[in-house]
């Protein structure tokens, strides 16, 4: 009870003289190894099973109890409390982390959905161009052939990366037709002397 009393008797001279704790003066918040109740029952070996609203659960030597923070003697219950206090801040603190961490993630996974139809209907659209002869940038080299007519000869360039290919198309017309990575970058027309 003696120790209440000092941490009152501090209070009051905190708030009179209107002098702030520092971190060094301020009392350490570790978990009690004994906790005394009202009634004079002392819990030892005491540890935090669980935090609740109004009580927290205890295990200590001999059992484990839901225990109202009401039925704790007041320098352990403030104790107790202000952990409580720490420790559901930091679950809040990861909680929004881990809400922040599934939004992004969500919004990532609606991006790569976004994209990946995007190019499925940029890929339908270079299909229909090149059904029609019509020649487009990102076309495979089998839609090339039919823009673009028999193929006659290829050029390799970087390890195969770049390609340089000659078409020869049934109007008489020859084209250059650049890939890389196996899509149209660029064509052009020679003309015909």
């Not at 005394?36 to 659960?57: A, K, M, P, S, Y």
């Not at 000659?166 to 052009?188: A, E, L, N, P």
């Amino acid at each position: 009870m003696s120790r209440w009393r000092n941490y009152k008797a501090l209070a009051g001279l905190i708030l009179a003289v209107g002098i702030r704790m520092t971190a060094e003066d301020k009392p350490s918040l570790t978990m009690p190894s004994e906790v005394t109740l009202t009634n004079g029952r002392v819990l030892r070996g005491v540890q935090v099973i669980r935090w609740e609203r109004d009580r927290v659960i205890l295990k200590y030597i001999g059992g484990a109890d839901p225990i109202m923070f009401s039925l704790i003697k007041i320098p352990d219950r403030v104790t107790l409390e202000s952990i409580r206090k720490g420790a559901l801040e930091k679950i809040e603190s990861s909680k929004a982390e881990a809400l922040e961490k599934i939004a992004n993630e969500k919004k990532l996974a609606d991006q790569k959905a976004q994209l990946a139809a995007e190019e499925m209907a940029l890929e339908e659209k270079r299909e229909a161009m090149a059904k029609r002869g019509e020649p487009m940038k990102g076309q495979t080299k089998d839609q090339a052939r039919w823009v673009f007519g028999t193929l006659l000869r290829t050029n390799d360039y970087d390890s195969g990366r770049q390609i340089q290919a000659v078409y020869k198309h049934s109007i008489g017309d020859t084209y250059y037709v650049y890939f890389t990575d196996g899509r149209v970058t660029s064509w052009q027309r020679i003309d015909r002397r």
